[in-house]
Structure formats: C-alpha cells, structure tokens
C-alpha cells in the first residue's frame, strides 16, 4: 500500500489566493471623472438647479416653496413639472420611470413604467402625465405588512413625496427615472418607512415652533431635522464571498476561527486604502455624486477590510433616501471590482462590527433672516439665544431619558444584537454623553446655583460666552450610543444595514412630547407673573434635574457601568425581541398614537413586522449552519481523520514504534463528535421553533436563547476544528485569506 496524499485543490481556495493579484490588477478607476466634482454633480438629479433652470420661474418658486416648508406639491403646477422632468430624462437616455419607495424590508422598492404611449393614430410617443408623477399603484400584497393587510388585498399606492428630487439610475444601459415616493395602503395606512418619518417631521415642527413662540422667536415657518449618516461596511473578494455559504445566505460568516492577526496591532484605522479598493470606492463616490450625494469623507475603519463614507449633513428625509442609495450603489460597483460590500452589523466574529452614526440635529427655516438656518443646538451670541439652546437640550433629555427603551427598540435587529455591548460599539444601554463643559453647566442649574434671574444665570455659568467655547472642547466619547458633539447629537447604535428612518421616527416622536411638555410647564408658570426667561429657565433646572440618570460621561464599555445603569433603572435589553417588545408598552403607544405617528394598527404592525424578521434572519442562520456542518465541515474532518488512521495503520504495519497520528486520530475524533452533538442539538432547536410559528414572541424567545447557545456551541466545535484539520482539507476560505487580501 502507498501512503495516503491529499487531494489536490483545484478549484476552491487556492485557486481564489491565486486570481486575486489578477483582479486586483484588473479593477481601475474608471468611475473617476477628469473633471471636478463640482461639474457633474448632481446631474442625474432633478434638483434646485434644474428646477431654476428648466421651470418656469414662477413653477419654480411654488415648488421650491412646497419643499422648504414640507407641503403637496400644487396640483396646478403638476402638468408643467411633469413635462419638464419628462423632457430633462428623456434628453439623459431615459425610456422608463418608477416611483421608488421604501418598504418595511429595509431596503427599497420599484416597479418600471414605459413613457411609452400612442396618439389618436396609434402611433407611438412619449408621455409622462402629473398623475403619473404624483401617484403610483404598485401591487401591495406581497411587502411585509404586519397584519394591516391580507395577501389577497393587493391595492397600495405610492406618491411622491416632492422634498426629494427625482433621480435618474443609471445599470450598464438602461437608464431609468426614479420617483421617491411614499407607500400606503388603500385606507391610508402607512406601509413604509417613509410616511412615519414625515409624520414625525410635521409634529415635531409644530411643537418646536409653539415653543419657540412662546420664547419670542416667532416668524418661524419650519423646524426641520438634519441628518447625516456616516455608512460602515466591509469590502472583501467575490470568490471568497461566494465560496462562504454563511456570508451569501446570512451576510455573516456562521463559522470561523479568530486569524493569529486581527484588529490588535491597530494598523487598519485610517492607514492607507489600497489601490484595488480606492479604485472600487472612487466609482462609488463618482455614482454617488451624479445622483446628489454629498459623499465628503472616506477612510480604513478598525477592521480589517473594514471602511467608512460619510456626507455632508442633509435634510432628514433627503438624507434617508440618501443612505439607501449610498447602499445600493456599494452593493452594485462593488460587484464591477470583483468585491463584495457587506453590510451586515456583524460579518466576522472577534473585529469590529459596522454601525450607522446618525448625527441628527434641529434646524429653523424662517421669514426673519436673523432666525432662518439656525442651528437650535447650537449655543448663541446672547443670554437669551443660549438659553434657547438650554430649553431644546432638555428637551432632548427628557425625551431620551424618559424613552430609551423605545429607542433602542428602534435599533434593534439580528445583526445589530452581535454588535450592541460588544468593545466596539455601544451597548444597549442607551445613555447620553454631553461632555464636560455642558455637563458643567447642566449639574450647576440642576442643582439651583445659577440665579433666578435668567440673564443672571446665563452670565454667570458662563452660557453667555458658550460661542466663544471650540465645539471640540471636550474628548469625544466613542463608547456612547447617543453623544452631544458640538452642535448635534451622533445616534452611534444605528445598525450598519438598517434603514435610518425607524428610529429616526421614534427620536422625533419621543423629543416632540417632551418640546409639547415643557411648552405647557412654561404656560403654566408665566401666569405667576414672573418674565419668560425667568421662567423657562426654571423648567429648564426641573427637566436637568429630572433626567440626571440619562447622563453619562465615563466608559460604556465597562463592566461598573452596567451595575451602575442597573442602580439608576435604565433599562438594558441586550436581546432584540425583548427590545422590540418595547414597542407594544402602555407608553410607547401612547406617545405614538397620540401625536399621529402611527396609529394602533400601523404600530402593531411594526411590532409583527420586526419581530417576524428576527425570527427568519435567526433561521435562516441555523439551517446555513446546520447545511454547512453537513456538507462541508463533517466531510473535512472525516477526511482528515481517515487520513491519519490511514497513515497510523501504516506506520504500524512498517513497524514504527512511536505513532503520533493514533492520539491525533483520537483528539480529532472526539472533536467530531462534539460537533455532530452540538449539529443534533441544533436541528431539534430548529424543529421546536419551527412548531411553535403561531406564537411568535414565544418562537423569538427561544430562537434568541436555545438557538443562539445552540449555534454557538456549533460554531465553537467547527471552529475548533478548522484549527486541527489539515490547511489543504478545509473547504471554506478563512478569516485569514477574507480579511487580508494578497
């Protein structure tokens, strides 16, 4: 007998290490324009400048109007904007339009119309009408739904929503005319992400504006929200991508064990972008930038193989479409480039996972030109502008503070629970950081030392001068899930592939009550004769004080800070379903229903619609698991283990006396059969909560228990494994060769 060899790899991982040089060789910068950003901006947009430029100038004004202060398009104008939108897309190649929308699946949605129509003499033309501009009827029956809809209802209707111009996508040759749209049902109901949103805007305005009122600031028309979203994701090789089961069905690696090198040298962070990559990242930008989105920063983050892009701060409901298209637009060029972009929260265990800053801030649009573009969380000029800019800070407080569970029901999902409390990312203690100068002032009106004369007070403590006081002059705290940062609040829990505006809609809602609060609190106070500042900044020093246990300015990381948040009854749900169940509570319904976010169905629905896609995401992870264990992980180690009983019973034969593969033989036996315990353990998980798909709080419950220490155990035996399994044998690429690209 001849002694056993290993089967060559052909076609697998070696084969992969082996073309990467060559793709990387091959990927370009063909998405790089020779000419500055500046000059094709926005050109597949139907922005402000086309607008000036191609309405009439009237048309022009009203609709521009519409968009700064958040209302219906003017039926009169429709046919004009109608036909110019139609014209400027036709002359960029475009032969189909679609109203784009954003379902409650995270991503969004289309369905492509021709311009194609026919005259009287049935021949053929272009036409695009304002009713097909203003409204759409796409098939609803088939979009998660949460139980407002039956799948044999199919009726839904989409309409533009006019404060986010139109765009032209462009895919290889076709060139299509997208709509950004809302979704609702055929009563009404909301089945997207963006109606609550602009929902949420509406009342949030009307309460900031009755506050600011209230202050003497009137002639405000519109408080509107900003936002910019800063996107981390991973870039690694198509091969390799497609080669990993786990990553192309769950968009996380199942199994894995942790490389020798991870993160620990420190070396990714902002170090130079490899060539391939920045080829690969410059055609993004260069899409991006065509469509609008204003993409200014990009670098290396923590993990390997791990980036970020970030905008200019837009208006929320813009910058939401926005995300969505940042997205898309990685997930497609990034193909070109033979890569693929991951945006799962979590895709490697052990490094870094990606999150979604959201840094959110409040903004006046304005008749007085003194007021209009002001920033409300930025300190001002004068004793009474800082003393504004008090009132709204605490109003953000008592929103968060008195619904932080809300907010992190908002955020909550299978990929961001592998993220939440882990040493990258903030934990599911939701807190807020203001840092020390703020903290400073906040600690000394809530403890009465200030005077009771406002512009005493304000000069006193300092407030006055706050302008004078660098934005940066306090250490940032990346540990904090919501932190103050000069002149906005970073929402740093967001998910990486989550759709921004869920819990955008809820940090609204929860800061409009409180706004509508204190508004009442200041009425009630001034019939007692005492001055507005006077008395706004005693609701101030009551809301400081009352919200104290929201404050937090050391480390979220830490072990003492959860005793500590425990001690001062913040709530800490580390698990998704127990988060989502915030949504179902006495006063999550109340706030919502009350200021017509949602009502009880749609807030119902949101619930179920959430809840039902942690239970898919949790088992579609653990059939891949369990397939893989199959097909993949037991054949290696049987494999390998054949192979050193082979080789022992051959030594044996030769008569050597020391044989080292018989106690390797047995080692790796035992290992199989952990595994094949932990695989049986796994599919009786699966068959329990496949049996319980009519109770599914109590199908999440256990799926987010037994089923992740089920799939756990799995993934420490199959990890364990590819430790000891021979190099040539293992079927899967590793960490190693996904995250360090030759």
């Known amino acids: 007998m001849t002694a056993p060899t290993y089967p060559p790899r052909t076609s697998a991982r070696r084969e992969l290490v082996a073309r990467i040089p060559r793709a990387a060789a091959e990927s370009n910068g063909n998405g790089q324009s020779p000419v500055p950003t500046s000059a094709y901006f926005g050109i597949n947009t139907f922005g402000q400048r086309q607008m000036r430029d191609k309405l009439p100038k009237d048309v022009a004004k009203k609709l521009a109007a519409s968009i700064r202060l958040g209302k219906k398009l003017d039926l009169e104008i429709a046919p004009v904007v109608a036909q110019t ?157 497609a080669q990993r089961p786990d990553l192309v069905m769950a968009g996380r690696s199942l199994v894995g ?20 990559i920045q080829a690969c990242i410059s055609e993004v930008e260069h899409e991006l930038y065509k469509l609008g989105v204003p993409i200014v920063t990009r670098h290396n983050e923590v993990a390997p193989s791990q980036f970020e892009m ?140 200030a005077s009771t004369n406002a512009t005493q007070a304000m000069i006193k403590l300092g407030v006055a001068r706050l302008p004078e006081i660098e934005k940066d002059n306090t250490d940032r705290n990346r540990t904090s899930p919501f932190a103050f940062t000069g002149n906005k609040f970073e929402f740093r829990a967001v998910g990486s592939s989550a759709s921004i505006a869920f819990p955008i809609v809820l940090l609204n809602a929860a800061v409009a009550e409180a706004l509508e609060e204190l508004t009442e609190q200041i009425r009630s106070n001034m019939k007692r004769g005492k001055s507005v500042d006077d008395v706004v900044l005693s609701v101030v020093q009551e809301a400081f004080k009352e919200t104290a246990s929201i404050r937090f300015e050391g480390n979220n990381y830490s072990e003492d800070w959860v005793k500590e948040a425990a001690k001062r009854g913040l709530p800490n749900l580390r698990r998704s379903p127990e988060a989502l169940e915030q949504l179902t509570t006495k006063q999550s319904r109340a706030l919502l229903t009350k200021l017509g976010v949602f009502n009880k169905a749609e807030l119902d629905s949101r619930f179920h619609v959430r809840m039902e896609r942690y239970v898919k995401d949790m088992l579609i992870e653990m059939h891949t698991l369990k397939e893989m264990v199959d097909t993949l992980v037991l054949p290696a180690a049987f494999t390998y283990a054949n192979s050193l009983v082979t080789a022992a019973s051959h030594a044996k034969s030769a008569g050597v006396k020391t044989i080292p593969q018989i106690a390797a033989a047995n080692e790796i036996g035992g290992m199989i059969e952990d595994l094949r315990e932990g695989r049986d353990t796994l599919q009786k998980v699966i068959e329990q909560a496949e049996g319980m798909h009519d109770d599914l709080p109590k199908q999440a419950k256990l799926l987010t228990t037994a089923g992740a220490d089920a799939m756990a155990e799995v993934r420490g035996c199959s990890d364990a494994l590819e430790l000891k399994i021979a190099d040539e044998l293992w079927p899967l690429p590793k960490y190693r060769e996904m995250l360090f690209p030759v």
């Open 85 to 241: 939108i139609k014209e400027w897309a036709i002359s960029r190649g475009v032969t189909h339009f679609t109203h784009w929308f954003q379902p409650q699946t995270g991503l969004t949605a289309e369905k492509h119309d021709a311009f194609l129509s026919f005259d009287d003499n049935k021949r053929p033309m272009e036409k695009f009408t304002a009713s097909q501009l203003i409204q759409s009827e796409p098939d609803a029956s088939s979009f998660p739904s949460g139980g407002l809809r039956a799948t044999w209802e199919a009726r839904g209707y989409t309409a533009w929503n006019p404060a986010s111009p139109v765009f032209i996508v462009e895919s290889g040759d076709t060139r299509t005319l997208c709509i950004p749209s809302v979704f609702i049902g055929y009563n009404g109901e909301a089945l997207d992400e963006m109606t609550p949103l602009l929902r949420s805007s509406d009342v949030l305005s009307e309460k900031a504006i009755a506050l600011l009122e209230l202050l003497g600031d009137t002639g405000v028309q519109r408080v509107y929200t900003t936002l910019g979203a800063e996107q981390e994701y991973f870039l690694i090789d198509r091969g390799h991508f």
């Open 257 to 276: 064990a942790p490389p020798p090198r991870g993160q620990q040298l420190e070396d990714h962070y902002f170090g130079g972008i490899p060539e391939r």
């Open 310 to 449: 970030a905008p200019v701060f837009e208006e929320t409901d813009i910058a939401v479409d926005h995300n969505q298209m940042v997205m898309a637009t990685l997930r497609k060029v990034a193909l070109r480039h033979d890569l693929q972009a991951i945006l799962h929260e979590k895709p490697f265990a052990g490094i870094n996972g990606s999150g979604k800053h959201c840094n959110w801030s409040l903004s006046i649009a304005a008749d007085n030109p003194e007021l209009d573009g002001t920033n409300l969380l930025k300190p001002g000029k004068t004793p009474h502008q800082n003393l504004r800019f008090l009132v709204f800070l605490a109003a953000i407080l008592k929103g968060v503070h008195k619904h932080s569970g809300l907010l992190r029901a908002g955020i909550a999902s299978s990929g961001n629970e592998h993220r939440l409390g882990a040493n990258e990312a903030p934990p599911a203690i939701i807190s807020i950081f203001m840092g020390s100068t703020l903290t400073q002032v906040i600690e000394s009106i809530a403890a009465g030392k």
